[in-house]
């Protein structure tokens, strides 16, 4: 009898959503310091913003640490996936507001979504944007959608500048997967196959010739371990 072969999703969205009941679970077994690296993200925002986006929320770790840190802001969430955006709205729900009207929750894509230009104090993300291919594209649309003053700050995958870096970094990943506790081996040739079919990672140096061309100023890296890292720029 023969195996059946994976389920291959047809998007990044679309693998995260037929996960969502593990999916909590499965990044931080996957990502080393997952909840350590949103701890430094949120050390890094701004004191004060009243328009906030957040792109891929997943299932909302990062959105509740918005609504607790900016209660009186209006906060846009964004993922293509449904079911993460239900997962969110729970969360929220469950989290207890006075005004749930601050929140938008929108169904859409990163490169399709349609929102207004110099309205936004704060547009953050973790571990999302790397699903994009048109990262010029991407950050232009970002760096318009920013008021002047504002800010963007956001976690993501990375790879290394040179080859060598770049596997030296896949094989620190693959033995932190494989220590005891982490992930199973279905698990992780299931991630090792989704980063082959849906993630489209750049070099630090890359992400700030992209920050530099659109128009960013006093791009940071504030921390990388060589697989990811956190970001700030800045709309003067
Ligand atoms: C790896 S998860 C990260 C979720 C969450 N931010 C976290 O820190 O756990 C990536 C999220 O981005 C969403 N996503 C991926 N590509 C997208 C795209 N092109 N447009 C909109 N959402 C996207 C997925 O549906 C998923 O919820």
């Not at 949120?42 to 328009?51: G, L, N």
């Not at 293509?80 to 929108?106: K, Y």
């Not at 230009?117 to 704060?122: A, V």
Request: hydrophobic content about 40%.
């Amino acid at each position: 009898m023969c195996t059946p072969a994976p389920k291959i999703e047809a998007t990044a969205s679309d693998y995260f959503a037929a996960r969502i009941a593990e999916y909590d679970s499965l990044v931080r077994r996957a990502v080393p310091h997952y909840d350590e690296l949103l701890d430094l993200l949120e050390v890094h925002f701004p004191k004060s913003a009243r328009d906030i986006v957040e792109l891929g929320c997943g299932t909302g770790t990062l959105s509740l640490r918005l609504a607790r840190c900016y209660p009186d802001a209006r906060i846009t969430f964004i993922d293509a996936a449904t079911e993460m955006l239900d997962v969110t709205r729970q969360r929220l729900i469950a989290e207890g507001t006075s005004r749930p009207d601050r929140f938008n929750l929108v169904a859409a894509t990163f490169e399709d979504v349609e929102l207004p230009d110099r309205q936004f104090d704060l547009i953050t993300s973790n571990m999302a944007l790397h699903h994009v291919i048109d990262k010029a594209t991407l950050f232009q649309r970002i760096y318009d959608w920013l008021r002047p003053g504002g800010t963007l700050r956001f976690g993501d995958h990375v790879w290394g500048q040179t080859v060598g870096n770049r596997e030296i970094g896949r094989t620190r990943w693959i033995a932190h997967c494989q220590s005891p506790g982490q992930l199973t081996e279905a698990e992780l040739a299931s991630l090792v196959q989704h980063r082959h079919q849906h993630d489209h990672y750049i070099s630090v140096k890359e992400q700030f010739g992209i920050f530099e061309r659109v128009g960013f100023s006093d791009p940071d890296c504030v921390w990388s371990d060589g697989n990811w890292a956190i970001y700030t720029a800045e709309k003067a």
